[in-house]
């Protein structure tokens, strides 16, 4: 009998480990992807103030806004599913599988890059691209690779000093594609309230590129670095 209730007692205990870590884990993905919307949210809107203020140059550029603006219109809608089917199957957002497909490397990047000189261009930022000469195919979730993006440069338009310029460059190197966005830090006079979800969320998505994220402050700049799978153009 005491043997009995003792493993009733351990798988008690166990029970209660389990809940609390669904608890965590819930709370960590809509903390997540409640972060991860606001990038997205944001392009989308000055895509439409610029068509709405008539600020586009040709009826191309206007035609090209109202695509990139459908483009962030799903990846919102992406995130929104993601979280009613966690919700729905109760599967681990951190383990699910990802659906991968493959793109021209250059142009992807080039439009990614783009897309986030939009939003931060705005603010009064300077940048000083350095892409790639060689041109290669990258296998990768677009939708996650979106996220980390969005997440990357919205600590850019937290915490850089617009008096310097963003330097992002990436380049081919023993068949993975090294991204680099290098800024000086502003500075903060009260208590920086940043808790790094968005970079957990970054390293964990290309985790399950079979990359690597790294990130590193040093004499006041901030550097962010990924590798993910990518290969020469054939």
Do not use: W
């Not at 940043?194 to 399950?208: F, T």
């Amino acid at each position: 009998m005491a043997q009995s209730i003792d493993e009733m007692r351990k798988s008690f205990i166990d029970r209660l480990n389990s809940e609390e870590r669904m608890r965590l884990a819930n709370r960590e993905l809509i903390t997540s992807i409640s972060h991860d919307l606001r990038t997205p949210l944001t392009i989308l809107l000055g895509y439409m103030d610029i068509i709405q203020l008539n600020k586009y140059k040709s009826q191309e550029d206007m035609l090209n806004y109202i695509h990139n603006s459908r483009e962030k219109a799903y990846q919102i809608k992406a995130l929104s599913d993601k979280l009613f089917e966690y919700f729905t199957v109760s599967s681990s957002f951190e383990t699910e599988e990802m659906e991968l497909g493959t793109y021209e490397g250059r142009a992807l990047l080039d439009q990614l890059i783009d897309e986030q000189l939009l939003a931060t261009g705005r603010e009064g930022f300077q940048f000083q691209v350095e892409p790639s000469l060689e041109s290669f195919l990258l296998e990768i979730n677009l939708v996650a690779i979106r996220r980390v993006f969005d997440n990357i440069f919205s600590n850019v338009q937290k915490y850089a000093d617009p008096s310097h310029p963003i330097v992002i460059k990436y380049e081919l190197s023993q068949q993975m594609v090294h991204f680099v966005v290098q800024n000086k830090i502003k500075r903060i006079d009260k208590k920086s309230d940043s808790n790094q979800i968005g970079l957990i969320s970054c390293k964990k998505m290309i985790h399950q590129h079979n990359g690597t994220l790294t990130y590193k402050q040093e004499k006041g700049v901030f550097f962010a670095g990924d590798d993910f799978t990518g290969s020469p153009e054939t």
